[in-house]
């Protein structure tokens, strides 16, 4: 049967039945209807390529907290957009939103929030954005991709500031800030008084009890201006994941609370973060907000998979102070062979310094130890106790050396570190 093009036309305005067709006549017209419907869809869909794009940075967050990065989008065509955009920020960034619909009337612009929720520590991004723009009936779209970057600074939690007032209110006690005095800390002279039951007689100022009808003792407070130089271990050992976090994490909490305490306590505190290279530095000289310039520096370190080279440590603590400086080496025990590397650096450093060492125990060691119902838990318990012991060892050699040992589980070290460095202050060895 001919089929005039004005038989057509009726057809496809719905005037003429398609059974009237042979079926494969009736497939070809519906195609042939859909793919018009589709082209005319995709020529009024508004150009992605002329819309303007522009991004408000989300700056810095803390890992416990929670971020903001606005697309602002512009709509400079001459049809409404209608469009789906996803932000592009990589999955550890916590997008809760990154794929919005938005409609834009020609000639206005719509803001288009992104909340950013981070999983971790460091620097995060964004590269591009990606707008799809549909047609008004919806069946075709036109998409492009912008280069737009978007960065957010994810900085360590500082968890460990929960602790800083009770290690402050230590501090000032010896500092003789307080109601408190502790007869006989430091070893800079602060004042006389009289003496009272208990005071030690050694403190007692015969000249100036000469000159009296009583009894005066001289009280003393720590020495201020102090250097404490913090070494951060960033090689392999530092990536171990102890309990929910890497070992390197628990190290900067752990430094964090002892930069903050010493410099409240008149210290001049200097930071690296090392490895086989300086990977991060903050020097007790530079000027603004000292906590600031740490959480900065901090941000961006990952633990190398590689070893960390002992020999060049005394060299870089001898760059940061040459005189009788507090120096803490956040590393762990357990990483290689202690007797090539840990033991001979402390031994070098502690012929000048007061040294820390400060290293991160698991707990799961305590809990295998404990379990020995089967045999499998037996060699389990048999090897997590010559990992303590092995622990104990190295924490016996390097007391011997005259270092100070802080060995304990991720919660307890930033804690047990701040009261080290208070006793060391107390006792006038810094």
Known sequence: MAITGRFVAL?????????????????LLVCVVLLLALVLDLVLAASPAKLLVERQQPGNVSLSGTA??????????????????????????????????????????????????PRR????????????????LGLAARQRTRLLPGHLRVLPPFH????????????????????????????EFDSL?????????????????????????????PE?????????????????????????????????????????????????????RLRARVESASKGNLLGQLVQAMAPLEAE???LDWQQIPGQVRAVSAHRSLVVLLTALDGGAPEEGLLPTVAQLSRQHVVIVVS????????????RTTASQVFRAAAAERALLERAAVTAQLRQLGAEVVDAEPLEVPPLLADTYIRLKAAGRL
């Not at 500031?161 to 006989?184: M, T």
């Not at 007689?201 to 407070?221: L, P």
Request: aromatic share 4%; hydrophobic share 45%; glycine share 6%.
């Open 11 to 27: 057809a496809l305005a719905g005037l003429v039945p398609l059974v009237m067709f042979p079926a494969w006549l009736t497939v």
């Open 68 to 117: 903001e990065s606005v697309l602002t989008v512009t709509n400079a065509t001459g049809r409404n957009l209608n469009a789906v955009i996803r932000d592009a920020w990589q999955p550890s960034s916590g997008a809760t939103n990154a794929v919005q619909r938005l409609a834009v009337p020609s000639g206005e612009r719509r803001r288009m929030p992104v909340t950013l929720i």
């Open 121 to 136: 520590r460091g620097d995060l991004e964004s590269p591009h954005v990606t707008i799809r723009s549909l047609g008004p």
């Open 160 to 187: 460990s500031k929960r602790h800083l007032p009770s290690k402050l209110r230590k501090l000032r006690e010896l500092d003789g800030k307080a109601a408190v005095q502790i007869r006989g800390a430091g070893t």
């Open 193 to 221: 008084r009289d003496y009272v039951r208990g005071d030690d007689v050694r403190s007692i100022d015969w000249r100036a009890t000469a000159r009296r009808t009583s009894v005066v003792v001289r009280t003393w407070r």
């Open 224 to 276: 201020r201006d102090r250097r404490v130089v913090i070494v951060l271990d960033t090689s392999r050992t530092a990536a171990a994941r102890i309990e929910d976090e890497p070992r390197l994490d628990t190290g900067i909490e752990a430094a964090l609370l002892l930069a903050v305490l010493a410099e409240r306590g008149g210290d001049r505190v200097d930071f690296l973060a090392y490895d086989r």
């Open 305 to 307: 998979l590689i070893e």
């Open 360 to 371: 991160v125990r698991d707990p799961l060691l305590a809990a295998m130890k404990a379990e």
